[in-house]
């Protein structure tokens, strides 16, 4: 049985001036002249990829598409049109992702992560509600490192992530420091295996790593201040977010280990470089 939006090897049943058709005797597709590989004959087995035409019938091709069914993958918009946009997936016809289908307003150039789905019209397009095609079985485990793409921003509750664009992950608020778009692709390390099998995912290196990193930035900060930051560790959690990217108790922990090597000194409401170092 030929299968739409899938990848599968067809026998070749009939040869035509225009290509061939793959399949079997109760039920074929067309594979034009200009996919057919050289040499194949009737009988011949190759491997394609059905989908349907702008005339909506079904087509073979032996071109790599960049989706299968049920797959997630990160597609660029070429187009946007009256009723959708059309995405680029490596194919002669581009793939359209519906209006009712696009989490966030998408734009021409940019990639956004989309799985491929069979409408009730019997056609193949995409959607960027990836939520139920995500899996909760990940190999990862606490502290390892993972990739993914950002797929939704919840400003109540973090950033999901879909890691290795197959599993289901998320950066909690509290863990969300810094922007993020739909669409981006960010390295993080896992929190906790949550479970139901779900990862807890954070942006920032376990305490003892990151508060170099952390200490770093602070001293940027304060140098591009002219030396003198006008808040200090009890400034609200908002200003430094908003200023350092970071959390309060991240900020604390680095403004205490600047402290610690002598390198600021902390008044009252501001923070300065130590000028005798």
Not at 7 to 18: A, G, H, P, S, T
Not at 91 to 120: M, N, W
Not at 217 to 236: H, I, N, Q, R, T
Request: hydrophobic share 40%.
């Amino acid at each position: 049985m030929i299968q739409l939006g899938e990848k599968q090897i067809l026998k070749v049943v009939r040869m035509k001036d225009f290509g061939m058709y793959v399949g079997d005797e109760q039920e074929a597709v067309l594979l034009p002249k200009k996919y057919v590989p050289a040499g194949t004959c009737v009988g011949d087995s190759v491997e394609v990829f059905v989908y349907r035409d702008s005339r909506d019938r079904l087509i073979a091709t032996t071109e790599e598409p960049m989706l299968t069914l049920g797959r997630i993958g990160l597609l660029k918009v070429k187009e946007i049109g009256k009723i959708g946009a059309f995405l680029d997936w490596g194919l002669e016809k581009d793939l359209f992702l519906p209006y009712k289908e696009q989490t966030v307003q998408v734009r021409p150039g940019r990639s956004y992560p989309v799985a491929l789905y069979i409408d009730k019209s019997k056609r193949l397009c995409a959607t960027m509600k990836i939520y139920e095609y995500l899996s909760a079985e990940s190999p990862y485990a606490k502290d390892e490192t993972v990739q993914g793409i950002v797929y939704q921003i919840n400003p109540n509750l973090g950033v999901f992530i879909a890691v290795d664009g197959k599993y289901h992950g998320m950066i909690p608020k509290k863990n969300a420091h810094g922007q993020f778009r739909v669409g981006d692709m960010v390295k993080a390390r896992v929190v906790a295996v949550r479970d139901d099998g779900k990862l807890e995912l954070s942006m920032r290196e376990r305490v003892e790593f990151q508060i170099d990193k952390d200490a770093a930035v602070v001293m940027e900060v304060l140098e591009s201040y002219d030396g003198v930051l006008p808040f200090s560790e009890k400034a609200s959690p908002q200003v430094i977010e908003r200023e350092l990217n970071m959390s309060k108790a991240a900020f604390k922990r680095a403004v205490g280990h600047l402290l610690k090597m002598k390198k600021i000194q902390v008044e009252q409401h501001k923070i300065r470089i130590n000028d005798e170092q």
